[in-house]
């Protein structure tokens, strides 16, 4: 009995230096206080670099979009036959002079794009006067029509799906979208997108 008391006492001592060993030791209230300022400052100082950066991103985006409009100088015109870019009219004028004007549009959106940093629906393919909209699979639609009522019909559809591309662009921005189904429709909603990136605060 002596022998197996004394053996239980040894036991129970090694039990409690070993919980003791293993036993983690309390944190310094005055240590984690600190820590907890240098987070938050380092967190403050972080907040303040991100909202600079995107400050800086909006003004250099306000700036490309400002020229890119004084580039392709959309003209407003009261009918459809006197919308021009880059002084090229999109109705109303010979099928190459509407092709390439179309084509210059194409380019503007495919740089509106980029300015929104956001994907086109449909991908646009510039070849200057031989521009096209990629379909939903993966099929082209022309922007140019030489001759033929189906190819005045192919045109119409890339028209429409150029047409869809900016109106995503203002949805992006938070602007509510106008309907481009026409040639000058879709020089009135480049517009617009146009001025709406240069206005936005928006910025990625």
């Known amino acids: 009995a002596a022998e197996r008391a004394r ?14 060993a293993h036993r983690p030791p309390l944190p310094d209230p005055s240590a984690v206080q600190q820590h907890v300022h240098q987070q938050a400052r380092r967190l403050r100082q972080e907040r303040i670099i991100t909202e600079d950066v995107r400050a800086m991103l909006a003004a250099a985006r306000a700036r490309a979009a400002r020229q890119l409009t004084e580039l392709m100088d959309i003209e407003i015109g009261v009918t459809a036959d006197g919308w021009r870019i880059c002084g090229m009219r999109v109705a109303g004028c010979p099928a190459e002079e509407a092709a390439a004007a179309l084509g210059v549009a194409a380019r503007c959106v495919l740089v509106a794009g980029v300015l ?18 990629c379909g939903v699979q993966g099929e082209l639609w022309p922007l140019f029509a030489a ?19 900016v109106a995503q662009l203002l949805v992006r921005l938070g602007v509510q ?7 000058a429709d879709v020089l009135a909603a480049l517009t617009l997108l146009l001025l709406a990136i240069e206005t936005s605060s928006f910025a990625q």
């Open 7 to 20: 053996l239980l006492e040894q036991a129970s001592l090694v039990l409690a230096l070993t919980s003791h």
């Open 116 to 133: 929104v940093a956001a994907p086109l629906r449909y991908a646009v393919l510039t070849r200057g006067a031989r521009a096209a909209v």
């Open 147 to 165: 001759r033929g009522a189906r190819e005045l019909q192919r045109m119409a559809v890339a028209v429409r799906l150029l047409g869809v591309d």
């Open 177 to 183: 979208p106008v309907p481009a189904a026409a040639p």
